[in-house]
């Protein structure tokens, strides 16, 4: 582990873009942090934090120049690897037949600055989905296989954050190229830097850089100790995926259900969920089709639908699929939780549905049908 | 699949033959168009058919899957892309990926009775398990087809059931909703026809696919017949965009359709299917 000045950021930039790398990180957008195209250290949210409740998020001033002194706004990553519209495939008129070609969309090479670990845990999950079952979808893939990250250990977690629950945070363990610590006292302002791979060691060989004292580490030891005692929000998770199969009809559903809007908020900002529908279009000529991949929510009528009507027509239902999914159903898909803790879905729940607590009330729950 | 393939890229396939099965269902025979062609297929695997344009449906396969080459779908009008199917004419291309999903315990079933409960539609992915059983007939106990359709009108097969009934080793029991014409048959619920149906309920493999009701209940007149859950299998429908379990709409409890489906054995859903809007 080394130490950086805060300096060293714009070489770290410099560095990445040399390599042609494209940056996507935090910046501030229709007040909220929000990842994005960025080309320098100024473009990063300094000086700013953010609220967060059920239902709230504000943007506030910090009374520091802290680059990273926020937690997660309501993008994820998987914005960039699982795109939200996807062009899978064009096929052409060809007589009586057609032709299909795969589309190869090749993207840049991206580089990733500030990711949390419950976001390093998110893509882990999503790498899981695409990458590690049966079939592998190229898309994801393409994008994925030249990642570069840079990753941000969270010393002030936010409101609704619990990943501590979910084992997912606050420290940054693995998936990533290099992590910072970012260390503020009166008299200095810099970075622990830790290399998570061959290439950000070597990147990080390039970098202006001291190493760190034994009494840097402790310091940002006790800062992420510190943090995993201040989540906003906790989960219990043992035993939680048999008591959410055993109360698939548990009055609370019906409860939850009077106040979800069924909007699809916390599917879209939630960073693990995967859902897709399809479109199938032609142009007017009716010589070319395409089929695009959008993401999709399992709180829409349409997400359901077969012949005769919607499955799942009550909102309580699509509450109980999503939530029983997300903690029960991936468990087994996927051997792991499909929830990391970042609490995106609790903030930006417009009526501040807050799944802690739904979670805990089937845990606790002795109804059994 | 060809390893060059992608899982979402449809294969060209010509349809041969277009026959009209009854006024809303019709078969489709089809042979690859442009020489690559997908695996062979089990019986009760489905594949997802699309339409130059227009869209794609996950369809099972109602062929015998001993005959190579040739893809055989029943298909019921019901929606925008199974509309127009029916309009389509031999000659026509479609496309094809799959197949996809489980399939029927036809190894399980051997040296045992064999009990096919089938309700409207529900026959088309029963039907590669009936060719199998009729060609190997002498692996198995017992053979029973009981089927369930709406009106008579509404009899998919009809040849082929005249056919199997006619046999002295099969026994098939028709039933319909409602009479109409001159029917002369049984008239009621298919699962009126179980506690009259000849197997050893010991020494069973039962197969059921159509509606989710008539599932249930076929189910619970099986159980009262003494058929263990474990040897009691059914086939589930739900949305599917992908087939390949990245699109998540197929859905059921802990299950991908399209992955574990959609062929599941009674009790690993068994604490599912009485629920509401699962």
Same mark, same amino acid.
């Not at chain 1, 990445?16 to 929000?34: C, H, K």
């Not at chain 1, 898309?139 to 969270?154: D, E, G, M, P, T």
């Not at chain 2, 029927?104 to 088309?124: F, M, T």
């Given at each position: 582990?080394?130490?950086?000045?805060?300096?060293?950021?714009?070489?770290?930039?410099?560095?990445?873009?040399?390599? *042609?790398?494209?940056?996507?990180?935090?910046?501030?957008?229709?007040?909220?942090?929000?990842? #994005?195209?960025?080309?320098?250290?100024?473009?990063?949210?300094?000086?700013?934090?953010?609220?967060?409740?059920?239902?709230?998020?504000?943007?506030?001033?910090?009374?520091?120049?802290?680059?990273?002194g926020f937690v997660v706004g309501p993008h994820s990553w998987k914005a960039h690897l699982h795109v939200p519209v996807q062009k899978l495939w064009e096929a052409q008129r060809d007589g009586p037949s057609f032709e299909v070609r795969l589309h190869n969309d090749s993207p840049p090479k991206m580089a990733f600055i500030g990711v949390r670990a419950c976001e390093l845990r998110a893509i882990a999950i999503q790498d899981r989905v695409f990458l590690q079952g049966t079939f592998i979808d190229s898309?994801?893939?393409?994008?994925?296989?030249?990642?570069?990250?840079?990753?941000?250990?969270?010393t002030e977690p936010g409101g609704t954050c619990f990943c501590t629950s979910?084992?997912?945070?606050?420290?940054?363990?693995?998936?990533? #190229?290099?992590?910072?610590? *970012?260390?503020?006292?009166?008299?200095?302002?810099?970075?622990?830097?830790?290399?998570?791979?061959?290439?950000?060691?070597?990147?990080?060989?390039?970098?202006?850089?001291?190493?760190?004292?034994?009494?840097?580490?402790?310091?940002?030891?006790?800062?992420?100790?510190?943090?995993?005692?201040?989540?906003?929000?906790?989960?219990?998770? *043992?035993?939680?995926?048999?008591?959410?199969?055993?109360?698939?009809?548990?009055?609370?559903?019906?409860?939850?259900?009077?106040?979800?809007?069924?909007?699809?908020?916390?599917?879209?900002?939630?960073?693990?969920?995967?859902?897709?529908?399809? *479109?199938?279009?032609?142009?007017?000529?009716?010589e070319t089709a395409l089929r695009i991949r959008k993401w999709d929510s399992c709180f829409t009528s349409d997400f359901s639908y077969i012949h005769g009507g919607s499955i799942r027509s009550s909102t309580s239902a699509r509450y109980r699929q999503w939530m029983t999914h997300k903690l029960a159903g991936w468990q087994d898909q996927f051997g792991t939780l499909g929830c990391v803790g970042c609490g995106r879905c609790i903030t930006w729940c417009p009526v501040g549905i807050d799944i802690t607590e739904e979670a805990r009330i089937i845990r606790e729950s002795t109804v059994n049908p | 699949?060809?390893?060059?393939?992608?899982?979402?890229?449809?294969?060209?396939?010509?349809? /041969?033959?277009?026959?009209? /099965?009854?006024?809303?269902?019709?078969?489709?025979?089809?042979?690859?168009?442009?020489?690559?062609?997908?695996?062979?297929?089990?019986?009760? $695997?489905?594949n997802m058919l699309y339409i130059f344009g227009v869209g794609e449906v996950p369809i099972s396969i109602s062929g015998d899957p001993s005959e190579s080459g040739k893809l055989v779908h029943t298909i019921r009008a019901v929606?925008?892309?199974?509309?127009?199917?029916?309009?389509?004419?031999?000659?026509?291309?479609?496309?094809?990926?799959?197949?996809?999903?489980?399939?029927?315990?036809?190894? $399980?079933?051997?040296?045992?009775?064999?009990?096919?409960?089938?309700?409207?539609?529900?026959?088309?992915?029963l039907r590669p398990v009936l060719y199998t059983l009729v060609k190997y007939r002498e692996r198995f106990g017992k053979v029973i087809l009981l089927y369930g359709s709406r009106t008579p009108e509404d009899i998919l097969f009809r040849r082929e059931l005249e056919k199997w009934r006619q046999r002295f080793d099969m026994e098939v029991s028709i039933t319909v909703d409602r009479a109409t014409g001159r029917w002369r048959g049984n008239v009621g619920v298919v699962t009126k026809l179980i506690p009259r149906a000849p197997f050893d309920p010991y020494s069973c493999i039962a197969m059921v696919c159509g509606p989710e009701i008539m599932m249930y209940y076929s189910?619970?007149?099986?159980?009262?017949?003494?058929?263990?859950? /474990?040897?009691?299998?059914?086939?589930?429908?739900?949305?599917?965009?992908?087939?390949?379990?990245?699109?998540?709409?197929?859905?059921?409890?802990?299950?991908?359709?399209?992955? /574990?489906?959609?062929?599941?054995?009674?009790? $690993?859903v068994e604490s599912l299917l009485n629920k509401r809007e699962i």
């Open positions: 582990m080394v130490i950086i000045d805060t300096s060293a950021l714009q070489n770290l930039f410099q560095l990445l873009a040399d390599e *042609e790398y494209q940056l996507i990180g935090p910046r501030i957008s229709d007040q909220a942090i929000v990842y #994005d195209r960025i080309h320098s250290p100024d473009e990063l949210p300094i000086g700013w934090t953010d609220e967060q409740e059920a239902g709230r998020y504000r943007l506030k001033r910090r009374n520091d120049s802290h680059y990273f898309h994801y893939q393409s994008r994925r296989k030249n990642l570069f990250i840079v990753a941000v250990n969270c979910m084992n997912a945070g606050p420290r940054a363990e693995q998936g990533f #190229d290099l992590a910072l610590t *970012e260390l503020v006292d009166k008299n200095r302002h810099v970075f622990l830097v830790e290399a998570g791979s061959a290439r950000g060691q070597a990147l990080l060989e390039r970098l202006p850089h001291r190493p760190a004292s034994e009494a840097d580490r402790q310091l940002a030891r006790t800062l992420l100790e510190k943090a995993a005692q201040r989540m906003g929000r906790q989960m219990e998770t *043992e035993g939680l995926k048999e008591r959410l199969y055993e109360n698939l009809e548990h009055p609370r559903w019906q409860h939850v259900a009077q106040r979800c809007l069924s909007c699809a908020n916390c599917t879209m900002v939630c960073p693990t969920c995967f859902c897709t529908t399809v *479109e199938d279009v032609t142009d007017l000529t009716g | 699949m060809a390893a060059r393939q992608d899982p979402m890229i449809p294969l060209p396939y010509r349809i /041969e033959t277009v026959q009209r /099965e009854t006024g809303d269902t019709f078969t489709l025979t089809l042979v690859p168009a442009a020489g690559d062609q997908i695996g062979p297929f089990a019986a009760g $695997q489905f929606g925008s892309v199974t509309r127009a199917m029916q309009r389509l004419k031999a000659g026509q291309v479609i496309g094809v990926r799959g197949p996809f999903g489980s399939s029927w315990p036809l190894e $399980q079933a051997q040296g045992n009775d064999v009990v096919v409960i089938a309700g409207g539609i529900g026959l088309a992915p189910v619970l007149s099986l159980k009262d017949q003494g058929v263990p859950t /474990e040897c009691i299998y059914i086939s589930m429908e739900r949305n599917m965009k992908c087939a390949i379990g990245f699109c998540g709409h197929c859905q059921y409890g802990p299950y991908f359709i399209c992955k /574990e489906g959609p062929v599941f054995r009674y009790d $690993q």
